[in-house]
């Protein structure tokens, strides 16, 4: 069974560009979550998707959004890039659908975004 | 809100020893759960071990185990005979039921693992 797959896993973008990242979670696992890792906050929530909605959001401005398709693909959108954007964006898939409480997530290898 | 602290950045072990890794947390949630997951160089995270807060009994993974203490929200990962391919960082986190896979996650521990 293929695990996470996350593309790209590495770009460049500079200060005011937009940036798309894409997470095809582990076939049958509808539930889809974002983290950011970065070297000084650690690893923070972003958001849940299941069912093509949006199902939880962590604390994070309105310039990061996401969505999901019907094939459980999901995207995260980060526009008008700032330097403290600069992160690994994991992406997590799970069998559970929020609220049912398992945290059991399945992580891909990330994208590495550098903003300069 | 959860919080979760690990206050180890770094834990080194000989081969074939055995670590102890601490986590505390603080919820006001009865109904949480608790894990460890581990990440290597390659960075693709994985789950090593799940605690449900209502389950007294620690939870076993193989090598890994943990000791829980509920009462001074304590959750510690114990890994015994270390290999080489132990060495990562491990991350504790927890979640409550209806935050669902809102998991927070402590500052994180890097485990070096000498021959």
Redesign the interface.
């Known amino acids: 069974k293929a695990?996470v797959t996350q593309t790209p896993r590495y770009l460049i973008k500079t200060r005011g560009q937009q940036v798309t990242l894409s997470c095809s979670p582990i076939s049958g696992h509808r539930?889809v979550?974002w983290?950011q890792q970065t070297p000084g906050q650690?690893?923070?929530?972003l958001f849940?998707y299941f069912s093509e909605t949006q199902?939880?959001k962590?604390n994070f401005p309105g310039r990061f959004s996401g969505r999901q398709f019907s094939n459980s693909r999901s995207e995260m959108n980060v526009s008008t890039l700032e330097l403290g954007d600069s992160a690994?964006y994991?992406c997590?898939s799970?069998l559970?659908?929020?609220?049912?409480?398992?945290?059991?997530?399945?992580?891909?290898?990330?994208s590495r975004l550098t903003v300069l | 809100a959860q919080t979760v602290t690990q206050s180890q950045p770094e834990m080194s072990v000989q081969e074939a020893e055995t670590v102890t890794l601490s986590c505390t947390y603080d919820t006001s949630e009865s109904?949480y759960?608790l894990?460890w997951?581990k990440q290597p160089p390659?960075?693709?995270?994985?789950?090593v071990i799940?605690q449900e807060a209502y389950k007294q009994q620690n939870a076993t993974e193989n090598r890994f185990s943990v000791n829980f203490q509920k009462a001074a929200k304590s959750f510690s990962l114990k890994i015994s005979d270390s290999q080489l391919g132990d060495a990562a960082m491990y991350?504790c986190?927890?979640?409550?039921?209806?935050?669902?896979?809102?998991?927070?996650?402590?500052?994180?521990t890097r485990v070096l693992v000498k021959p």
Do not use: P
């Open positions: 695990g539930s979550s983290y650690g690893l923070q929530f849940e199902r939880n962590g690994l994991l997590a799970s559970a659908a929020a609220g049912a409480g398992t945290g059991e997530l399945f992580f891909g290898e990330g | 109904d759960y894990f997951y390659s960075r693709q995270m994985i789950l799940r991350f986190a927890s979640t409550f039921k209806a935050a669902g896979n809102k998991l927070t996650f402590g500052g994180g």
